[in-house]
């Protein structure tokens, strides 16, 4: 019983200190209040505690830790109604089935490499073609007006963009 | 541009499923992340109870991880979840589980794309009770089969896979389950 | 091809792709099709719900508690001993190593990355403007 006893003052008098150990400083913005219309796993990394966070993100190779950092820092300076868009949005992007996500990520990386002034174009035919049935939608696609304006790889791009995110009909 | 993706995403749930084999979590992580949604989703619409579904879910991601260790890539994996996520469902119906809960067919978050009136929103919620009630009348079997067939956008190959039984099988519960729901949604179109 | 639609046809190869072509000169299977289509679309009204959070953590929860079960059966005769060894090892780490991660951890922060690289792109495909 004695061994127990002092086994435990041992741990204890060790672990005080990383206890008392003042928060230090994360890169990431602080804790606030309003963490509402966070997608879940955002919610987790806004939750945790700035050790927590930092041991979390030192699991990521440097390159990989700065792009997180930045993009939730970017996500978190939205204002509540466009942080609440975001989080419906991919609602709806995290209820498709896999495959068509993983088609969705592998499409837009070929987006992300294309230049500024293109994205800018797309991203503007994208929400078009959205809202049109999908009847209308592949008439438009196969008409010269859309093919005078885009190439071959954008025409692609567009085309299954448009039939992944295509809007949800109403009744 | 290249579009052999569905095959890359193929081996690639094999591939992290394997990973965890080996003693990594993290690559379950990724798989749970993938696939925690269309899982959770199935099993609300095969036992129309929110609650029971995520309790069968936790049981589907627990019990895949804890077979890890004789995990080995022969089906596709979405095959190997959607077998243990129907069978816990086929199970849960049997007991009368969804029953217990208390509230069967239960409503829930909409989240239409814009903010419709009131009107609209009852229409709505009108039709979409109809459609929840079609399909929780449908017999298991068919609902399971229009369920990835229709939501999960699975080919009749993988359905068959998942439920144990042949391709022509799957293609007859599917017609007749069809049939049931026009006959009973024809007043939406 | 004989009409699937006939008496004793075999109808679920109207799910098969050929059925088209046999539509196209069908009145019947053509009608039926063109149902097919509607119900699907009427199914399309049950949008599923945004999965609540918390899920994720109970369920690494559950594994880790799991896992610890499975440990422990074999050792239970010899815990006394254990506990008081894991103690002084346990020491030892906190006062001279980094302190063990718990395997929640490992798995969160890639499905974060995951979850802001997604946001990321649908912000950038101009998809989550509110209309
Ligand atoms: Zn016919």
Redesign the interface.
């Known amino acids: 019983m004695r061994?127990?006893f002092s086994?435990l003052i041992?741990?204890l008098w060790?672990?005080a200190p990383?206890a008392a150990q003042p928060r230090g400083k994360g890169i990431l913005p602080p804790r606030e209040k309003n963490a509402q219309a966070l997608?879940?796993?955002?919610?987790?990394?806004y939750n945790m505690s700035p050790e927590?966070r930092k041991?979390?993100?030192d699991?990521?190779p440097p390159r990989?830790r700065r792009?997180?950092e930045r993009?939730?820092q970017e996500?978190m300076k939205l204002s509540p109604?466009?942080r609440?868009?975001?989080r419906e949005?991919?609602?709806?992007?995290?209820?498709m089935p896999p495959e068509r996500?993983e088609r969705?990520?592998e499409v837009?990386r070929h987006?992300?490499a294309l230049p500024p002034e293109r994205?800018q174009v797309i991203?503007?035919e994208?929400?078009t073609l959205?809202h049109l049935r999908p009847v209308e939608r592949r008439e438009y696609l196969r008409s010269e007006s859309f093919a005078g304006k885009f190439d071959e790889q954008e025409r692609r791009m567009l085309f299954e963009?448009a039939e992944i995110?295509a809007r949800?009909?109403r009744? | 541009m290249d579009m052999g993706v569905a095959s890359y995403a193929i081996e690639y749930d094999a591939e992290l499923m394997l990973r965890v084999k080996d003693g990594?979590?993290?690559s379950?992580?990724?798989l749970?992340?993938k696939y925690?949604?269309p899982v959770?989703?199935y099993l609300?619409?095969m036992v129309q109870n929110?609650d029971v579904a995520?309790e069968l879910?936790?049981e589907v991601?627990?019990r895949v991880?804890?077979a890890r260790a004789t995990y080995e890539p022969a089906a596709k994996f979405t095959t190997w979840l959607f077998r243990i996520a129907t069978h816990l469902a086929l199970n849960a119906l049997r007991d009368g589980k969804p029953e217990r809960g208390g509230q069967s067919l239960d409503g829930?978050?909409e989240?239409a794309?814009?903010r419709p009136s009131a009107e609209q929103q009852l229409i709505?919620e009108s039709?979409?009770d109809m459609?929840?009630r079609a399909?929780a009348a449908l017999p298991e079997k068919q609902r399971a089969a229009?369920l990835m067939h229709?939501?999960q956008e699975m080919e009749?190959s993988q359905i068959a896979k998942v439920l144990g039984c042949s391709e022509?099988a799957v293609?007859?519960l599917?017609?007749r389950a069809?049939e049931t729901?026009?006959a009973r949604?024809?007043h939406?179109? | 091809m004989e009409c699937p639609l006939e008496m004793g046809g075999r109808?679920?190869?109207?799910?098969?792709p050929g059925a088209e072509r046999h539509a196209a000169e069908c009145a019947r299977c053509r009608d039926w099709l063109r149902?097919?289509e509607?119900?699907?679309?009427?199914?399309?009204?049950?949008?599923?719900?945004?999965?609540?959070?918390?899920?994720?953590?109970?369920?690494w929860q559950?594994?880790e508690a799991?896992e610890a079960r499975r440990w422990w059966r074999p050792w239970r005769p010899l815990a006394p001993a254990l506990a008081?060894a894991a103690?002084?090892v346990?020491?030892v780490i906190?006062?001279s190593g980094p302190e063990p991660?718990p395997?929640?951890?490992?798995?969160?922060?890639?499905?974060?990355?995951?979850?802001?690289?997604?946001?990321?792109?649908?912000?950038?495909?101009?998809?989550?403007?509110?209309?």
């Open positions: 061994t127990w086994l041992l741990i060790l672990v990383l997608p879940p796993a955002l919610e987790r990394l927590e041991r979390a993100l699991r990521l990989r792009v997180v993009q939730f996500y109604e466009e609440q868009a975001v949005r991919y609602e709806f992007f995290q209820a996500r969705a990520r837009y987006f992300s994205r991203r503007e994208l929400a959205r963009l995110f949800p009909r009744p | 990594d979590p993290a379950f992580g990724v749970l992340s925690r949604g959770i989703h609300h619409r929110r995520e879910a936790q991601f627990l991880y804890k829930g978050v989240h794309d814009g709505r039709r979409l459609v929840r399909v229009v229709k939501y009749y022509s293609k007859s599917l017609f069809y729901l026009r949604l024809a939406l179109a | 109808p679920e190869i109207l799910l098969e149902n097919l509607t119900t699907r679309q009427a199914l399309d009204l049950w949008q599923p719900e945004p999965v609540r959070p918390g899920f994720d953590r109970a369920l559950r594994i799991e008081a103690v002084l346990g020491a906190l006062s991660r395997l929640a951890e490992f798995a969160e922060i890639e499905q974060i990355e995951q979850t802001l690289s997604d946001v990321q792109m649908l912000r950038d495909l101009g998809l989550t403007q509110p209309l």
